[in-house]
């Protein structure tokens, strides 16, 4: 049960960092400079298009309390019992020292547009969390259905365990469960790809954590099958 909640912890920097970015407003967006890419005009840009999957492989419909989709049941366990997470599902595949793992954070009502919500993004997510660093941030089309898609990496520090428990995102109490401090901080870098959706008003952000290469396509595999058949209640 350690591991899991080890690998949940770097998934959680981004619904806490997302809190942050909500309460940005139209005339406090950050300029971004960027080596990181933002569509700065929808209007006169062409929008990156994230290719869709055929979904020829066997599924589960995940039913929980904010979301329902299907997920590859081959190749991911769905929890619904985990105190860090409303929404998650555990590669079956996951080493013995890191459970990669995709998340499903609590709808939220995005406080602009999913453009300007992408420029302020990469500003927020590394103002609010020191050892977060943001690789791309840029609004894309998936069977024209536009989100935001993100890549980014994460080192666990105490600036952000310290982040978490003010949140309220874990306790004391569960820092001990998992060994201290020092074993989150001794932890790998980990990868990130996080995917914010829009459903009548309501967004959820879809996060997969990993830390071999290896697993990032059977991550895509899983947050497009997510990200495709999502019903946000």
């Not at 979904?55 to 309390?65: K, M, Q, R």
């Not at 994460?154 to 998992?178: A, M």
């Not at 790998?188 to 914010?196: A, D, G, L, N």
């Amino acid at each position: 049960m350690s591991k899991k909640i080890i690998s949940i912890l770097s998934m959680l920097l981004i619904s806490v960092s997302l809190v942050g970015c909500s309460e940005a407003n139209n005339s406090n967006l950050p300029n971004t400079q960027q080596n990181i890419s933002a569509t700065e005009d929808a209007s006169s840009l062409d929008i990156p298009v994230l290719d869709a999957i055929t979904i020829d492989f066997e599924t589960a419909t995940a039913d929980g309390e904010y979301v329902k989709a299907d997920y590859p049941s081959e190749e991911w366990t769905y929890i619904d019992t985990n105190p860090l997470t409303p929404f998650g599902l555990i590669y079956n595949d996951s080493s013995e020292d890191f459970a990669t793992n995709i998340s499903i954070d609590i709808p939220k009502k995005l406080p602009q547009t999913l453009q300007e919500v992408s420029k302020a993004l990469p500003d927020e997510l590394q103002n609010t969390a020191p050892g977060l660093i943001v690789d791309l941030c840029e609004v894309r089309k998936i069977d024209d259905e536009e989100i935001i898609y993100t890549e980014l990496h994460t080192k666990l520090t105490d600036e952000i365990i310290d982040l978490l428990i003010q949140e309220g995102r874990i306790t004391e109490e569960l820092l001990e469960q998992v060994g201290g401090r020092e074993v989150l901080k001794s932890t790998p870098e980990t990868k990130q790809i996080m995917m914010v959706v829009e459903q009548d008003e309501k967004a959820v952000t879809i996060t997969g954590s990993y830390q071999n290469d290896s697993e990032q396509e059977p991550v895509l595999k899983a947050m497009k099958t997510l990200l495709q058949t999502i019903d946000i209640k």
